[in-house]
């Protein structure tokens, strides 16, 4: 079975308005990985976080980790069209092995 | 954008051809991976590489092929194509854990592979 399942599945949203996503996962993790996809191309890395850490920012985005809970957050502040896409959470358990991709969430966001 | 990349971008064949999608990444990264992705679903990983030479298969059985005899090209073949076998097919690439703990995947643009 997956390791990480987003939440929602699908969320639309107007420019400007925040978006937050969310990720959980079974096993212990050494660390957690958002990525984004546009339709139709590759998967892009946006930010990481590791098992230590309770919260990241990069630019617009905001991530939070709670390691008890074995959840994972994602908020995309201020939203813009050029959002939209889908958008994965990746584990790595420290095996030195692949990542485990969720199912991702799609943003839409209109403009 | 990183620096790797696939052909063809799109693929339409008839069932029982051999084809091979192709994948190079010019960031000298050791290992290798490439997805398999139906659209709007998750990524399973289907083979996987840590080198020259090394190949393994991942968790989504695969009746593909991969080979890896230089560092940067990474193919995976299918030898006798199968309408079950559409799918998009991305590869990726990533430093060694020993070498760079916590390395991002850099992934392609993916190969939309439809057979008739």
Known sequence: ?111 | EADIYQTPRYLVIGTGKKITLECSQTMGHDKMYWYQQDPGMELHLIHYSYGVNSTEKGDLSSESTVSRIRTEHFPLTLESARPSHTSQYLCASSELYWRQIDSPLHFGNGTRLTVT
Not at chain 1, 33 to 59: D, F, M, T
Not at chain 1, 89 to 109: E, I, K, M, P, Y
Request: proline residues 2%; glycine residues 8%; charged residues 20%.
């Open chain 1, 1 to 111: 079975s997956q390791q990480g399942e987003e939440d929602p599945q699908a969320l639309s949203i107007q420019e400007g308005e925040n978006a937050t996503m969310n990720c959980s996962y079974k096993t212990s993790i050494n660390n957690l990985q958002w990525y984004r996809q546009n339709s139709g191309r590759g998967l892009v890395h946006l930010i990481l976080i590791r098992s230590n850490e309770r919260e990241k920012h990069s630019g617009r985005l905001r991530v939070t980790l709670d390691t008890s809970k074995k959840s994972s957050s994602l908020l995309i502040t201020a939203s813009r069209a050029a959002d939209t896409a889908s958008y994965f959470c990746a584990t790595d358990d420290g095996s030195a092995r692949q990542l485990t991709f969720g199912s991702g969430t799609q943003l839409t966001v209109l403009p």
